[in-house]
């Protein structure tokens, strides 16, 4: 059944409406930022192994998205950045 004059209206109203929203809030940019990551690892050689270590943090400088929204009804568009705080992380790794 093709769309009436009055529900193509409906529909553009509500696209306006949104629109509108959108850029009350400000959301038509998002803020700059950047992730900074480090790591180091060091390998130890055994006679029937070897061992390697690593350390690392990432997001060393703790920029994040903090308004990331969550649940059912969330928009999944709304993304800009990390969405972790910073994070340590040690390992380690046995190869034979």
């Known amino acids: 059944m093709p769309a009436t004059t009055s529900t193509k209206t ?32 060091k390998k130890f050689e055994f006679e029937s192994y070897d061992l390697t270590l690593r350390a690392g943090i990432n997001n060393v400088f703790d920029a994040y998205q903090d308004d990331q929204e969550s649940g059912f009804e969330r928009d999944p568009g709304y993304v800009y950045g990390p969405r972790t705080p910073r994070t340590f992380i040690l390992g380690a790794r046995i190869d034979f």
Do not use: H, M, N, W
Request: charged content about 25%.
């Open 10 to 41: 409906a529909l553009s109203d509500e696209l306006k409406e949104e629109r509108s929203y959108t850029f009350a809030l400000g959301l038509d940019y998002s803020p700059q930022f950047f992730v900074v990551d480090l790591g180091i690892s």
